[in-house]
């Protein structure tokens, strides 16, 4: 089984479709799921299959925005648990880098990092998936967006919100959603803010019951920490297309000495090398399937200088040139786009 996800990532999905003129129920038949499954937020789904849901209601209602509709109603209730750990915190930097480290208790594809930039913090996301998940990605970005709205109200007033995908033919409901200047085709996924904001006081925040909630996550069965090669194909996700998935990179962006990461994942029967491989391996089938990279710009974002190096290494893969994975991903997409709807 993959990567598993809580139902609660579902959360409105059936008021949205319902609202857009479809059948929810219909919609959730076809992936697999039951209703009465994912009225339970704790249950857990396997997230490939939430993706794929998304994206296939997006196409079939002929709406672009289903992960950001999605998004708009949510709550820091819908976390568990772990919402109440966050409420919280004292600034929102620690109510950031707690959802860092508990994130896998909620979406196990889920890769989150904050990075500072001088005056600037971004707080890079992405997800961990092989295939294009632009609903589920502007779902989480919606989520993240509006958890720290809920924590600072009219302070939280960010620069700016990337998305590494194109422009959507109708950008209204990013405009409604964000209220701050939205940029896609960027180079990576996630929020920019000042670094200032992020130490404003937590006025909800209350350190026993931050206490009590810690208690309470950490009796959880998932509370566990995610295995070290985990964070690190995370980091790598994330760190890959600009050019800064090195081991000591991504060692220093873990809090590690690069000793320390190779020692760790050593005693995991685990390597960096084969790590950074198996993440170049997925995210060479996203880019290649999307004609909107040319294979130049996929060698590049893949971390190869020449196209020479990344067709050799492609074909090592995947048994064929990309660009003959292309021309056949194209026919099949060609093949099952469906019908516009009525």
């Known amino acids: 089984m993959g990567a598993l996800v809580r139902a609660a990532a579902l959360t409105n999905f059936s008021e949205v479709v319902r609202g857009l003129g479809h059948d929810p129920g219909a919609a ?10 994912i009225r339970d937020p704790d249950q857990l789904i396997e997230a490939r299959v939430v993706a794929q849901l998304l994206e296939d209601t997006a196409r079939a209602t002929g709406c672009e925005s289903i992960g950001l509709r999605m998004a708009e109603q949510r709550q820091l209730s819908n976390f568990g648990v772990v919402g109440l750990l966050l409420v919280h915190q004292p600034t929102l930097r620690h109510v950031l880098l707690t959802l860092i480290g508990h994130v896998h208790m909620l979406n196990e594809s889920l890769a989150m990092q904050l990075e500072d930039a001088g005056e600037m913090v971004i707080l890079r996301e992405d997800l961990m998936s092989a ?14 967006f509006r958890m720290c709205g809920a924590l600072l109200g009219t302070r939280w007033k960010p620069v700016s919100v990337c998305f590494a995908h194109g422009a959507p033919a109708d950008a209204g409901a990013h405009r409604r959603m964000f209220r701050c200047r939205v940029e896609f085709d960027a180079e990576f996924t996630g929020i920019v803010c ?3 904001d992020l130490d404003v006081p937590n006025p909800s925040a209350d350190p026993v019951l931050a206490r009590y909630a810690l208690t309470m996550v950490d009796a959880l069965p998932a509370a566990h920490e995610q295995p070290i090669e985990d964070a690190v194909r995370k980091a790598i996700y994330l760190v890959l297309p600009s050019g800064r998935a090195t081991c000591e990179s991504v060692a220093q962006g873990l809090g590690f000495s690069m000793r320390t990461l190779q020692r760790a994942l050593d005693e995991r029967g685990a390597s960096f090398s084969k790590l950074l491989g198996e993440v170049r391996q997925e995210l060479a089938q996203r880019y290649v399937d999307s004609p909107r990279y040319s294979l130049g710009q996929v060698a590049s974002l893949l971390g190869y200088s020449t196209h020479s190096a990344f067709t050799r290494w492609f074909g090592a893969r995947f048994g064929r040139s990309p660009e003959a994975w292309r021309a056949a991903a194209g026919t099949q997409q060609t093949r099952r786009k469906p019908a516009r709807p009525m």
């Not at 959730?28 to 499954?37: C, K």
């Open 28 to 37: 959730l038949r076809r992936a697999g799921l039951r209703s009465a499954r």
């Open 194 to 196: 000042r670094a200032a």
């Open 131 to 144: 295939v294009p998940a632009r609903q589920s990605v502007e779902l989480a970005i919606g989520v993240l």
